[in-house]
């Protein structure tokens, strides 16, 4: 199961009893921050696209949404998200688990300005119903994401 993936993964930081699940589901941002109690922005979704032959992980604030015109910029081709069949066989993780830990080595990962505005983040870890509060350097450093950047709107 993709939880205990990234329950390995965690251990390494020390983080693996630090997993929150809960009966509730978090696949969605609205549901996430209902059940954690917290606001939609503080939820950190990881939004999964192509990259080529393979895939990257852009990791932003619930309340942002993708800005195709920087993105593009950032990337030099057009958004284009993974489909959900796609989406396990590039990440490990199911669509409403999909995280920035204990991804294949091939998969980039990168963290959204948009979540700067938070002292702590919650993204998922691996399923439907589970989170971890982090702080930004910890999310940095744990998702071993290759560089902040800016392709977002609306936050």
């Known amino acids: 199961m993709s939880v205990e993936k990234v329950r390995e993964h965690l251990k390494q930081f020390g983080k693996d009893k630090d997993i929150l699940e809960m009966e509730e589901s978090t696949a969605t941002v609205e549901l996430a921050a209902r059940t954690l109690s917290t606001e939609e922005a503080r939820i950190a979704k990881s939004l999964s696209f ?3 032959e393979g895939a990257m992980i852009i990791v932003v604030a619930g ?14 081709f057009k958004a284009k998200m993974l489909a959900s069949e796609d989406t396990v066989n590039f990440t490990g993780h199911a669509v409403g688990g999909v995280c920035p830990f204990a991804l294949p080595d091939d998969v980039t990962v990168y963290l959204d300005i948009s979540m700067k505005r938070f002292e702590t983040m919650f993204p998922a870890c691996g399923s439907c119903n589970s989170a971890i509060e982090l702080t930004l350097d910890e999310l940095e450093r744990i998702s071993g994401s290759k560089e902040w950047i800016d392709v977002c709107k609306n936050w």
């Open 50 to 52: 192509y990259n080529g």
């Open 63 to 76: 309340d942002a949404k993708i800005d195709n015109k920087k993105y593009k910029e950032k990337f030099g």
